[in-house]
């Protein structure tokens, strides 16, 4: 079993920057791949970046060169840092993991940023961007 909680969440306005946290309560953290996901209301779940074990990513088109995913293995914690914030990108945003993931980025790009292809998920945290 793995724990996720996300925390970084808030209201800015267009243009503004966030960092997301999500802390992992498992040791196997090191080895799993990691995702965020974001969900409006009234829209699909959307596979926004990932990042595996080895520091391979993958972004979705929608926020590549604004978002940045990245790791710190020493504290199970992956991080989303997101700037040139717009408002199209209010939703709750949820980390995913992917435990003992023998898989990289690089072969399963597609799978990545499928909702399906993770086993846990954290609670959400709430982003509003504001025009």
């Known amino acids: 079993q793995v724990e996720l909680v996300e925390s970084g969440g808030g209201s800015v306005q267009s243009g503004g920057s966030l960092r997301l946290s999500c802390a992992a309560s498992?040791?196997?953290?090191?080895?799993?791949?990691m995702g965020w996901f974001r969900q409006a209301p009234g829209n699909e779940r959307e596979g926004v970046a990932a990042?595996?074990?080895?520091?391979?990513?993958r972004y979705a088109d929608s926020v590549k060169g604004r978002f940045t995913i990245s790791q710190d293995n020493a504290k199970n914690t992956l991080y989303l840092q997101m700037n040139s914030l717009k408002p199209e990108d209010t939703a709750m945003y949820y980390c995913?993991?992917?435990?003992?993931?023998?898989?990289?980025?690089?072969?399963?790009?597609?799978?990545?940023?499928?909702?399906?292809?993770?086993?846990?998920w954290g609670q959400g945290t709430q982003v509003t961007v504001s025009s």
């Open positions: 995913a993991a992917r435990p003992s993931c023998t898989s990289t980025i690089v072969m399963v790009p597609t799978s990545s940023l499928r909702g399906w292809w993770y086993t846990y």
């Open positions: 498992a040791s196997t953290y090191s080895t799993s791949c």
């Open positions: 990042i595996d074990r080895y520091g391979s990513t």
